[in-house]
């Protein structure tokens, strides 16, 4: 009769086959997810973060693995001949975001931040990056009142309302104009203790403590602040 010790080693061993068997399989995957179209790419995320969400591997009662975020960053290029269409088409992206990250259900969903979880920067990934062709110039103050106005595609209630229903959604421009690249930014659990003092927050990142939420701001600035600790998509950029 096999003891304690021989039982975990077996189950060591089986896991350490299976999870080697599962990086195989997910970096075939992750190339092919590297070229799927934006539609189908969305949907592959999100399904990924669903079996993410609720599936880990441990080996004697510690957690080494679960399953990876197969999200690539879609690029989008709009031009709009009235605000309307612009509002519109930001509002989508926006909202189309936070259905793909899960409604910020999840704590953590990137990952635990360092030793502990709570003294490295929180993880954020770019959902999208938007480029503005050509049109109006829309305000800050514009999109929050359109997201309060436009009903959600995904519950009965205004986009506004769906978002914080667990979350929240912050703008780092007053206005956003033609010719510029925004980068919408999915924002992992924030720690007060590592936000009081960091160079993100001294050029006016001021996000709601312990929540998940969204960003929208000019993808220069994104890369110059580093507000946060950026994950690869599956393509590795």
Do not use: H
């Not at 989508?92 to 360092?114: A, F, H, M, T, V």
């Amino acid at each position: 009769m096999l003891n304690k010790k021989a039982i975990a080693m077996e189950k060591l061993i089986i896991w350490s086959i299976l999870l080697v068997s599962f990086v195989l399989i997910s970096f075939t995957v992750s190339r092919l997810v590297a070229k799927a179209e934006p539609m189908e790419a969305e949907i592959i995320c999100r399904d990924s973060l669903l079996l993410k969400a609720n599936t880990q591997i441990q080996i004697v009662n510690v957690e080494v693995a679960s399953t990876p975020a197969l999200c690539k960053t879609v690029d989008k290029k709009f031009a709009a001949a009235e605000k309307d269409e612009a509002l519109q088409f930001i509002a989508n992206s926006i909202e189309r975001c936070w259905w793909i990250w899960l409604e910020g259900k999840y704590d953590q969903i990137l990952g635990p931040r360092g030793i502990g979880g709570d003294d490295e920067a929180p993880k954020c990934f770019v959902c999208n990056t938007l480029v503005y062709q050509q049109g109006p110039t829309v305000t800050k103050t514009e999109i929050i009142d359109y997201l309060g106005r436009k009903n959600s595609r995904y519950v009965d209630a205004s986009i506004i309302d769906y978002i914080q229903q667990r979350g929240y959604v912050d703008f780092y421009e007053n206005t956003f104009s033609a010719e510029e690249v925004y980068a919408v930014v999915y924002a992992s659990n924030i720690d007060e203790g590592f936000w009081s003092a960091t160079f993100g927050r001294q050029l006016g990142f001021y996000p709601p403590y312990n929540q998940n939420g969204l960003w929208m701001l000019k993808l220069n600035r994104f890369d110059a602040a580093q507000p946060c600790l950026y994950q690869p998509d599956v393509a590795g950029e």
